[in-house]
């Protein structure tokens, strides 16, 4: 063989285990992946049932529900647009209350309630997580302005 030859092997190989290990970590990366969804996104039935998601939005007041003694709680977050109600089971942050914007990631349920595995409050009571605030936003947005879109005659 060659001198020529075996160079060119030896860059084959390592262009091989290069794409080898980049392909791994795209794998690894899609799998850990976990996209943001409104709760009307939720309720027009673009989010994925059996995958972790997150879904954000105000917690409804009035709707936080707790039996005394018990670390499951039930909740409802909207986006102004739809609610959609969600329940978790562990310690809720020192921050969570009615009327804040908050994170919770976790699966649907065939009930079709968000099932959480976390919740995630801020501290300071004007902040919100950006992708809530921008869905809020386009969500009053649209609720304003009630003049139609598209070609006047």
């Known amino acids: ?5 075996k160079r060119l092997f030896v860059v084959l190989g390592i262009l091989g285990g290069v794409a080898a290990s980049v392909s791994l970590a795209v794998m690894a990366s899609r799998e850990n992946l976990m996209f943001y969804f409104d709760p009307t996104q939720v309720v ?4 994925p ?3 972790r998601f997150r879904i954000g939005g105000m917690v409804v007041k009035g709707s936080v529900e707790r039996k005394p003694g018990d670390i499951e709680v039930q909740f409802v977050l909207t986006d102004f647009a739809h609610q959609v109600p969600v329940k978790y089971s562990g310690v809720l942050p020192d921050l969570f209350r009615e009327g804040q914007g908050i994170i919770a990631h976790g699966t ?3 009930s079709g309630a968000f099932v959480a595995d976390e919740v995630l409050a801020k501290h300071d009571e004007k902040y919100m997580p950006p992708e809530v605030a921008a ?3 386009n969500k009053q947005t649209a609720a304003a302005d009630p003049t139609p879109k598209g070609p006047t005659t």
């Open 1 to 5: 063989m060659t001198p020529r030859r």
């Open 44 to 47: 027009e039935g673009k989010a």
């Open 135 to 137: 869905s809020l936003k």
């Open 108 to 110: 649907m349920s065939s």
């Open 49 to 51: 049932l059996a995958k």
